[in-house]
Nanobody, 123 residues
Framework: QVQLVESGGGLVQAGGSLRLSCAAS????????MGWFRQAPGKEREFVAA????????VYADFVKGRFTVSRDDARNTVYLQMNSLKPEDTAVYYC????????????????WGQGTQVTVSS
């Protein structure tokens, strides 16, 4: 059974950076796309970014374009989210998830989720 474990969250000042990691157990990591979502208190979980299988490209939500970068290391079964120029409105629990489906922006496309990591951006 595949498990996803996020790490790298924390408290950072506005304008700062964090890099989130998501380590996957199991085989065939390079066979599926990986996504990042976030959920702020009182709000629905929303799509942030996704990276397709090797060579398949990346997708970003408009509100993170130019600030966040998603990448993957298939040899390490790990996906990353580099977050720069952080804003207080980026405060949320960040989740990684996997999908075999091409609609990577849709939450229902994902079948395995991590437990989340808290990111707090102070003003």
């Amino acid at each position: 059974q595949v498990q996803l474990v996020e790490s790298g969250g924390g408290l950072v000042q506005a304008g700062g950076s964090l890099r989130l990691s998501c380590a996957a157990s199991g085989r065939f990591f390079n066979s599926y796309a990986m996504g990042w979502f976030r959920q702020a208190p009182g709000k629905e979980r929303e799509f942030v970014a996704a990276i397709r299988r090797s060579g398949g490209g990346t997708v970003y939500a408009d509100f993170v374009k130019g600030r966040f970068t998603v990448s993957r290391d298939d040899a390490r079964n790990t996906v990353y989210l580099q977050m720069n120029s952080l804003k207080p409105e980026d405060t949320a629990v960040y989740y990684c998830a996997r999908t075999y489906v091409s609609l990577v922006e849709r939450r229902s496309s994902y079948d395995v989720w991590g437990q989340g990591t808290q990111v707090t951006v102070s003003s």
